[in-house]
């Protein structure tokens, strides 16, 4: 794959960011109980679940991040970023326009069924908020250089380019399934 601009990507991210934020903002924020904790009828997890589970992805993912990025002495002097073929393949994994692969969720991202869904959708907006936050504060960062440990398998590292990209993917994948979720609730 080729450099591609680091502003143009993160320009790119933070587009689909916000119309990520404003569809869970409009679909879901003040949805009713029943709709919210439907099951899939295909077994999969209600609307709640899938939010719930990526704010599991998010609380581990966005202190590290924050953390990272304050560091001093990672400016980019480039202005590229070019992926890892880990990051490329874990992104493409969850891009649901080429992978229509169902994952098994590890044990620690597994959602509860429970949960409030006013308190899950407004943490996942506030998550969106930080990772928009921690974006501009890679504005003039060698992204590359920033790594963070993989919450299943903390050994391996990341870096913050293909962790932002990934999380956004994560994000489109669940809140596909959770719309499709939310229109058969509507049509039954």
Sequence with gaps: MKPINQQYLLSQLARTLHQQTHMVNESFLDRDHDAMHAPSRSGGWSIVQCLAHLNSYSAYYLPRLEQQLSQPGIANATGMFRSSWLGRFFTNMMDPAQSKSRYKAHRLHVPGSD?????????????????????????????????????VAPMIKINAGDLIQFLIMHQERHIQQALRNLEKHTIA
């Design 115 to 151: 949960a409030d869904a006013a308190e899950v959708t407004r943490a996942f907006i506030h998550h969106q908020e930080t990772l928009l936050r921690c974006m501009d504060l890679c504005a003039d960062k060698n992204l590359r250089k920033i790594r963070i440990p993989m919450s």
